[in-house]
């Protein structure tokens, strides 16, 4: 059974910096592109960032480049999201998902999701 889960979120004031981890299980990650996307309160899930399967490429949604840096330790079955400079508009649910091989900012095309972590930037 695949389980995606998420943590490191919490309460930070702007400009300050979280760290959010994904812990991968039932999966071998080292074969899987995954991806960070958040969803706000009566919005839509957005693209945050996305990583291939080797780690060798990533991407980030415009909102988020020069803050925000995605990686991966596959040998730990684990991605992160280092979040730097956070401002009040970064606040949502943030969930990591995986899908095979190639990496897309496309949520549809994710199959595996974790349940989320809050993210709050205070003003």
């Known amino acids: 059974q695949v389980q995606l889960v998420e943590s490191g979120g919490g309460l930070v004031q702007a400009g300050g910096s979280l760290r959010l981890s994904c812990a991968a299980s039932?999966?071998?990650?080292?074969?899987?592109?995954m991806g960070w996307f958040r969803q706000a309160p009566g919005k839509e899930r957005e693209f945050v960032a996305a990583?291939?399967?080797?780690?060798?490429?990533?991407y980030y949604a415009d909102s988020v480049k020069g803050r925000f840096t995605i990686s991966r330790a596959n040998a730990k079955n684990t991605m992160y999201l280092q979040m730097n400079s956070l401002r009040p508009e970064d606040t949502a649910v943030y969930y990591c998902?995986?899908?095979?091989?190639?990496?897309?900012?496309?949520?549809?095309?994710?199959?595996?999701w974790g349940q989320g972590t809050q993210v709050t930037v205070s003003s």
């Open positions: 039932g999966l071998t990650l080292s074969t899987y592109a």
């Open positions: 990583i291939s399967w080797s780690g060798g490429s990533t």
């Open positions: 998902a995986a899908r095979p091989w190639t990496a897309t900012i496309q949520h549809t095309e994710y199959g595996y």
